[in-house]
């Protein structure tokens, strides 16, 4: 007598975070020394924000919406709805915080950081597309088959 084990396939949206996460960072890092060889430090440093930045907001926006997908699959769409507008919220307060702090003129060169955001935003945005779509989820999971039979399970009518 054997005991058979559930098919489960686990959603690994862990690994899209990641693999998000460290494309945004190369990109970043290129766009960083692209911005210390024609800017000096401050557009490098105005480049390095604004790539740490968008890998902090899309990595705690993405990182919410799979939790909550795992834990509570009906509640993702509004989860993910209410994260993006947190997102651009937090964008948002990020550049007006760094702008009333000064270090938008002195230290960090606000057009670097800008172009650092959206490159950053659209490296985040065409790796997890490429990341998610390679995952190859099922849209459905098929009923199992009865042991020697070949015959699927079904269940009765109504039963869900």
């Known amino acids: ?3 058979e084990s559930q098919h489960h396939s686990p959603f690994r949206g862990g690994s899209v975070l990641l693999g998000a996460a460290v494309a945004t960072f190369l ?5 960083t020394l692209v911005g210390a060889a024609t800017g000096g430090a ?7 924000t604004g790539v740490l930045l968008v890998i902090v907001v899309f990595a705690f ?3 919410t919406v799979h939790l909550v997908a795992g834990l509570v699959p009906a509640a993702s769409l509004l989860v993910a709805l209410l994260t993006y507008t947190l ?5 948002a307060v990020a550049f007006v915080t760094l702008d009333s702090s000064g270090l938008l003129d002195a230290t960090l060169d606000r057009r670097w950081l800008a172009g650092a955001v959206i ?3 659209l490296g985040w945005l065409a790796s997890q597309i490429v990341l998610a779509v390679r995952l190859r989820l099922p849209a459905y999971d098929l009923p199992e088959e009865r042991a ?4 699927r399970e079904r269940p009765e009518a109504g039963a869900r």
């Open 42 to 48: 401050p557009a490098a440093y105005g480049a390095l």
């Open 61 to 63: 926006g993405a990182g």
């Open 1 to 3: 007598m054997t005991t």
């Open 148 to 151: 020697g039979s070949g015959l």
């Open 87 to 91: 997102q651009v919220a937090a964008m």
């Open 27 to 31: 990109v970043g890092l290129v766009v």
């Open 119 to 121: 490159v950053g935003t």
